[in-house]
Nanobody, 114 residues
């Protein structure tokens, strides 16, 4: 079973930046897909950014040009660099890793104040 762990959330003012990090107990380069989702209060979980095994990357329209997803196979981490944060980015952010099944981290809170 793949265990997923996120870190890096916090409180930031609008316009600020944060980096989220995610690692797993298996080599991420073997995964079919990895990425980030988020869930705001009262909302459904939505995809933010994912990297596919072949290297393709997909971003939600709401974060394109502000967020960047990347991976470091040597360090076994997936990152989400978030710039120009807006209050509407406030949510719990979950790391997702897919290896047959889909595995989720416990989530990390990101709060953006106006």
């Amino acid at each position: 079973q793949v265990q997923v762990e996120e870190s890096g959330g916090g409180l930031v003012q609008a316009g600020g930046s944060l980096r989220l990090s995610c690692t797993a107990n298996t080599a991420i380069e073997s995964l079919q897909a990895m990425g980030w989702y988020r869930q705001a209060p009262g909302e459904q979980r939505e995809q933010v950014a994912i990297i596919l095994k072949g290297g393709g990357i997909n971003y939600a329209d709401s974060v394109r040009d502000r967020f960047t997803i990347s991976r470091d196979n040597e360090e076994n981490y997936v990152y989400l660099d978030m710039n120009d944060l807006k209050p509407e980015d406030t949510a719990i952010y979950f790391c997702m890793m897919r290896y047959g099944f889909t595995y989720w981290g416990q989530g990390t809170q990101v709060t953006v104040s106006s």
